[in-house]
């Protein structure tokens, strides 16, 4: 379960991209539509919050247009779309909004996860950790809602076997900081140590890397299709231009819940999300079922 449109791409692209690829159930829960977001489409301009407030509805379609090059079909948005509406950044006016999903109830919302959980009967789930990777209040809410209505689902018996949480090794960012030290347009121009930034896990704490690099041209297209939000100067296709398939292909999780199963490579780490679980004939799923 993701935040706003666009998340979903960034954050598990590769991942939802190669289980889609092997046939598996992929299911998208988006919580709000983006509406507070930037917009570097400067025609686009006047959709903004303040102006027509109408870039949410314009960015349904291009989370459908990046699930389309994810291979991802099944793509919802937590209690219909509008139900909750972007928060904005943590201490903005945004987050007082009546339709703010920081203010949310958390079991009304979680509700709403868990028709969904009846319906396709997940044996995985993504979403955030409880610092919503990097602090924004609707990751935050979405972390929370995900394991509440996970919660309800298990004492319903139709809740995921396993949780995992997205995440993002310190070794990974480290050699980021030293591979682009001297570079024109350095994106971490100013960061002096990993632990400045406001994310990053332990290599220990790693649970799961999925090794996605055969589809990364696929990650990169369901991004610009968010080109609202993502413009083509970003700092995401600048690390891609030097690390390609590698930055773009690979993704990190922590294990929330559920047994960890069999791994590999120096670090054990598993190298899919459904290692440990007992895969019969294919059912729907929420995060993912196979």
């Known amino acids: 379960m993701h935040a706003h449109p666009d998340d979903e791409s960034i954050s598990t692209g590769a991942t939802m991209a190669h289980y889609a690829a092997q046939g598996a159930q992929v299911t998208l829960v988006t919580c709000t539509l983006g509406e507070e977001g930037e917009i570097y489409v400067p025609e686009l301009a006047r959709l903004a919050a303040a102006e027509a407030d109408q870039l949410g509805g314009y960015r349904i379609a291009e989370l459908r247009a990046a699930c389309a090059a994810l291979g991802v079909s099944d793509v919802?948005?937590?209690g219909g779309a509008g139900?909750?509406?972007d928060s904005g950044m943590m201490g903005l006016d945004t987050n007082q909004h009546p339709r703010s999903f920081w203010r949310a109830d958390l079991d009304v919302a979680?509700?709403?996860l868990v028709e969904v959980m009846r319906e396709t009967r997940p044996q995985v789930m993504i979403t955030y950790d409880e610092h919503g990777f990097y602090g924004h209040p609707d990751h935050i809410q979405a972390?929370?809602?995900a394991m509440r209505a996970a919660e309800l689902a298990r004492a319903e018996g139709v809740g995921p076997a396993k949780i995992y949480w997205t995440a993002l090794p310190k070794s990974v960012l480290e050699a980021g900081l030293h591979a682009f030290a001297d570079s024109v347009g350095n994106p971490f121009e100013g960061v002096e140590s990993v632990d400045d930034f406001p994310f990053g896990?332990?290599?220990s704490d790693i649970a799961a890397r999925i090794d996605a690099t055969?589809?990364?041209?696929?990650?990169?297209?369901?991004?610009?299709a968010h080109a609202t939000q993502i413009p083509d100067s970003s700092w995401l296709y600048a690390l891609a231009g030097d690390f390609g398939s590698e930055f773009m292909g690979v993704e990190y999780y922590t294990l929330a819940a559920g047994e960890r199963?069999?791994?590999?490579?120096p670090n054990g780490w598993e190298t899919d999300l459904f290692a440990g679980l007992a895969t019969g004939d294919p059912e729907p799923a929420e995060a993912g079922t196979r």
């Not at 055969?214 to 610009?224: F, M, N």
């Not at 199963?261 to 490579?265: A, C, L, Y």
């Open 201 to 203: 896990n332990a290599d």
């Open 83 to 85: 139900r909750f509406r």
């Open 76 to 78: 919802r948005f937590l």
């Open 261 to 265: 199963g069999p791994g590999g490579g």
């Open 110 to 112: 979680a509700g709403y």
């Open 143 to 145: 972390h929370r809602v």
């Open 214 to 224: 055969d589809l990364h041209e696929a990650k990169v297209a369901a991004l610009k």
